[in-house]
């Protein structure tokens, strides 16, 4: 029986602000404690979809981390996200180098007073390296 996948928490540093961080394996990195994750309150759970291809030759892996939020997000530029699923594990989106993770924020008025009206938060990334989870 797999565990559940469900994106439960998401915290996020700015990337040129992360400490410790260190490649283990092709999947794995790991990230000294002392960074100062803020942690962003979110509508549970969040979507995170990890996927790949291969373009010119190149294998490229892309993030796309979708959530909602009740604050409003500000200094989206340059943020690192750090998700948590509900087995217990830790993906890390985005590192201190180029590409960053490009954050849109949408801002929904609906017509319906029983529609969302938090911010939606969508994170995208693309790298040549595979998506770690945090050891």
Known sequence: MNSPKNVIGIDRLQSGSIIGLRKLSMSCVSVS????????????PARLTISDKIDDGVRLYTA?????????????????YRCKT?????????????P????TVN????????????????VNYTSACKIPYIQ
């Open 33 to 44: 404690s002392v960074n100062s994750w803020e942690s962003i309150p979110i509508k549970v």
């Open 64 to 80: 796309q981390l979708v959530f909602r939020t009740c604050e409003e997000p500000v200094d989206i530029e340059r943020m690192v």
């Open 86 to 98: 509900a087995d217990g594990r830790y993906y890390l989106i985005g590192n201190n180098d180029r």
């Open 100 to 103: 960053y993770p490009v954050t």
């Open 107 to 122: 801002d929904t008025h609906p017509d319906n007073m029983r529609d969302s009206q938090l911010y939606e938060v969508n």
